[in-house]
């Protein structure tokens, strides 16, 4: 009796001990170079308040998602819906977007054309090259009037479904990163500011001819998480601290050359629009 009473005593503090080692574990997020400055400092916020995160910064674009989905990440924060939802279809994963986080507007740029009007036939724009990001950047030619897309809107579109193109414009692919890069090469870059500041260029970042807003909320990074770990409250508190904090809203601020039409905050909009 006195052995069962043992026994049972043991297995009972080997499962306070587990969990207990699973509460004090980090809460892991994996996050690329635009989201690692902004979710650092929600880390440290979480960590006065508890929570203890650990930010894990990826420089490619696959490796979030499969760490996530081996359980290795909590969450990860770097990725848009249209590429979530490409990267789903093609993996198979079974995540969950939890939060809304930063949307980083796209710009018009150009060194020597001062307005859309005074844009020449015959221009050579700069686009990028992958299909997601290349979509939302000719939907917002579009919403300018540069160009007219085929009748696909649900789809994803390419240079090959622009239907008219009154100015003649030449568009030249190239990775978004090599934005700034191949800037002084064409006409007319579109493109997330972003890039324009890392590379030193704020004051080409903030002169864009036109930015793109709230419409598209849909190309905001978010925090996604697996759908059973989802209702992880460490998740909520975590995404809450980031949508709240004056020190997290400060750092984006002062990354995106402190100008509010670099970027959009979507919980801002989404509460303003209820």
Known sequence: ?????????????????SASSVIAAPLK?????????????????????????????FSDWTLPNAALAAGDLDANYFQHLPFLAEASKAKGYHFKVI????????????????SIADIKNGATI??????????????????????????????LASIHDIADNPKKLKFVEAPGPQLARAFDDVDLSVGASLFFVAAGRQDIATSALAYSGAEDLKYAIHFVAREDNANDPRLKKLTQIYQTSP????????????????????WKVQKTAK
């Open 1 to 17: 009796m006195i052995l069962k009473k043992l026994i049972a005593a043991v297995s009972i503090m080997t499962l306070l001990i």
């Open 29 to 57: 997020i994996g996050v690329s170079a635009v989201t690692a400055p902004s979710l650092e400092v929600a880390a440290a916020e979480a960590k006065k308040q508890g929570l203890d995160v650990e930010v894990i910064e």
């Open 99 to 114: 939060a809304s986080g930063l949307l980083i507007n796209l710009g018009l740029f150009s060194k020597n054309i001062k």
């Open 126 to 155: 700069s686009v990028y090259d992958d299909a997601t990001n290349q979509t939302r950047q000719l939907y917002f030619l579009q919403k300018l009037g540069l160009i007219k897309l085929k009748d696909n809107a649900n789809a």
């Open 247 to 266: 020190a997290v809203q400060a750092q984006i601020h002062n990354a995106l050359a402190k100008d509010d039409k670099l970027y959009t905050l979507p």
